[in-house]
């Protein structure tokens, strides 16, 4: 069974910076595409960021310039730094990969979700 597990989350002030992390376990034969979504109160889900196995990266407009998504490819494991928070910031983060496990194709896994709150 593959599992997602989000850490890193937590309070913080505005300006202030966190590291969320996203480890994959289980029996993987491997991870194609990884990527970070977050959810507001009251709002959608929205992509925040992704990163191919190559480590290519896109993001969001609204992410640019202030977070920096990677990845460890041998760990299993996706990181993002977030700097310069703001309280727009403030939601569920969540991980989201193409594992391949027990058949020979990609499915997409979900994480639990880790709580981060920009706050003073």
């Known amino acids: 069974q593959v599992q997602l597990v989000e850490s890193g989350g937590g309070l913080v002030q505005p300006g202030g910076s966190l590291r969320l992390s996203c480890a994959a376990s289980?029996?993987?034969?491997?991870?194609?595409?990884m990527r970070w979504y977050r959810q507001a109160p009251g709002k959608q889900r929205e992509l925040v960021a992704g990163?191919?196995?190559?480590?290519?990266?896109n993001y969001a407009d609204f992410v640019k310039g202030r977070f920096t998504i990677s990845r460890d490819n041998a760990k299993k494991t996706m990181y993002l730094q977030m700097n310069s928070l703001k309280p727009d910031d403030t939601a569920v983060y969540y991980c989201?990969?193409?594992?391949?496990?027990?058949?020979?194709?990609?499915?997409?896994?979900w994480g639990q979700g880790t709580q981060v709150t920009v706050s003073s």
């Open positions: 989201n990969a193409d594992i391949a496990s027990e058949y020979p194709y990609y499915l997409i896994y």
């Open positions: 289980g029996s993987i034969r491997s991870i194609n595409d």
């Open positions: 990163i191919t196995v190559g480590g290519s990266t």
